[in-house]
C-alpha cells in the first residue's frame, strides 16, 4: 500500500483536499496531470469571485461560513494574500427574479447585506451605468480570490506537511479492490486506501457510466479590459459585481494588476467534448455580445478586450456538485463537478472530501451534492 489517500487532480478543489488531507495524515499523495496551477484548467484566469450571497441551494451557506474561514487559515499558515476583501455587488432589477432570490436565501441563512437603491449605488459606484429600475444587494463579506497564487499555497502548504506529489502525472484508470483502490498513469501503479478524483473537466475519465450520463465538459471563456482610470477600479473603489437581468448577464472584479478590470459574460458555457481540445480564442459573436455589454454597463472601460481565454469545467445536470462516494462500500470519493462555480467554497469542499475520505469527520446535510442522488435519476 502507497498510502492511506490519493487525491487525483490538484487544481481548485484537489489542491485544497490535499491541504486539508496533510493536516490529518502524511500519508496522502497527489497526482496532477500537468503542473500545479496550470492556466489550461480552471484555475486559470488570475481570480474568481467570493461572495455570501447567491443563488443556489441555502445549504451551501455554512460551506461558504467554513470556507471563508479556511482562506484566512491558509493565509496565515502560508502567508500569501489570497482574498482581497473588498465586498460585491448583485445588481438587477427591482423585485425581479434575481435580486428577490438573493434576498430570499440571505434572509434565510442570516447573511449579512444592505440593499442599495439606485440613487446609493450612483453615489457610490458610479463605474456602474445603470437601468431606470436597477437596485442592489451589497455583500460586506465578498471579495476577490487569486485563483493561482490559492492553488500554489495550498500545494506547498501541504508539501510542508509531509504530502507527496507527482506532477505531469495523467491518471488513466482507477479500479477498487478489496482493501483499497489501484491507479495507474502508463505502465506505473500505486495503490491507496481510498482516493479522492477532483479533476475537474477531466473527471469524466474516470467515472462510472451512471454519472457521465448526468454531466457535461464546458467550455468556459473570461475577458479583460483596460480601465480609462485604473484608479477608479482597484479593490478599494470597486467591488466585485454580478448584473443579471432576462436578456443579459455579466460579472466582473476589480483590477488586481493596477491596469486591467475582469468583466465576463455569464451563463455563456458551452458544452465540448475534449477538455484538451477546444477553441481558446472567443467566436465573432462572443467578441460581439462582450463588447455591447461591458460598453453598456461599464462606460470606464475601454470597449477593446485586450485579454481572453477559455477552460474546461465540469457541470452537473443540476449544477449541483459531486462530493461524495461513489456508494456507500466504495473507497472513490468524488470532488468534481462544480459547474463553474467552485473555487469560492475550494477550502470549505477540501475540507469536506479530505476529512471524509480518511473517514475523521462525515458531514450531514449534504444530499444534494452526493453522487448517489444520479444512480436511480
Not at 484537489?14 to 502524511?26: E, F, V, Y
Request: hydrophobic share 40%; proline share 5%.
Amino acid at each position: 500500500m502507497d498510502g492511506k489517500l490519493a487525491v487525483i487532480g490538484l487544481g481548485s478543489i484537489g489542491s485544497m483536499a490535499l491541504w486539508q488531507a496533510s493536516r490529518l495524515t502524511d500519508a496522502v499523495t497527489g497526482f496532477e496531470a500537468h503542473s500545479p496551477a496550470h492556466g489550461r484548467s480552471a484555475v486559470g484566469g488570475d481570480t474568481r469571485l467570493f461572495r455570501m450571497i447567491y443563488l443556489g441551494s441555502p445549504s451551501l451557506y455554512p460551506i461558504l461560513e467554513r470556507s471563508r474561514d479556511l482562506w484566512a487559515e491558509l493565509e496565515a499558515e502560508t502567508g500569501q494574500d489570497i482574498l482581497t476583501r473588498c465586498g460585491g455587488l448583485s445588481i438587477g432589477t427591482a423585485n425581479g427574479f434575481y435580486i428577490n432570490r438573493l434576498l430570499q436565501t440571505a434572509h434565510l441563512n442570516g447573511a449579512a447585506h444592505e440593499i442599495l437603491s439606485r440613487e446609493d449605488l450612483t453615489e457610490r459606484y458610479p463605474q456602474h451605468k445603470l437601468r431606470a429600475d436597477d437596485v442592489a444587494v451589497y455583500d460586506p463579506n465578498a471579495g476577490v480570490l487569486r485563483t493561482d497564487r490559492a492553488v500554489t499555497a495550498a500545494i506547498g502548504a501541504a508539501e510542508a506537511n509531509g504530502a507527496t506529489m507527482h506532477i505531469n502525472t495523467p491518471i488513466d484508470s482507477i479500479s477498487e479492490t478489496d482493501d483499497g483502490v489501484v491507479i495507474t498513469s502508463g505502465d506505473r501503479s500505486w495503490s491507496f486506501e481510498n482516493v479522492i478524483v477532483a479533476s475537474g473537466g477531466w473527471s469524466q475519465r474516470l467515472m462510472p457510466d451512471y454519472l457521465k450520463a448526468h454531466t457535461e465538459t464546458r467550455r468556459v471563456f473570461l475577458s479583460w479590459f483596460v480601465a480609462r482610470d485604473a484608479a477608479h477600479f482597484t479593490p478599494e473603489k470597486f467591488p466585485i459585481f454580478s448584473r443579471m437581468y432576462e436578456e443579459r448577464a455579466i460579472y466582473g472584479a476589480p483590477t488586481v494588476d493596477g491596469v486591467t478590470v475582469k468583466a465576463t459574460l455569464d451563463g455563456r458555457g458551452t458544452v465540448t467534448g475534449d477538455p484538451d481540445v477546444f477553441p481558446r480564442e472567443l467566436s465573432e459573436a462572443e467578441i460581439a455580445e462582450t463588447l455591447e455589454t461591458v460598453s453598456d454597463f461599464i462606460p470606464g472601460l475601454i470597449p477593446t478586450i485586450v485579454r481572453s481565454d477559455a477552460f474546461p469545467d465540469l457541470y452537473t445536470k443540476d449544477r449541483n456538485p459531486l462530493l461524495g462516494w461513489l456508494s456507500k462500500s466504495s473507497r472513490i470519493y468524488f470532488a468534481t463537478g462544480f459547474s463553474g462555480g467552485g473555487f469560492k467554497n475550494a477550502t470549505g469542499y477540501g475540507h469536506i472530501a479530505a476529512h471524509e475520505a480518511l473517514g475523521k469527520q462525515p458531514i450531514e446535510g449534504l444530499d444534494f451534492v452526493r453522487p448517489e442522488r444520479f444512480r436511480t435519476a
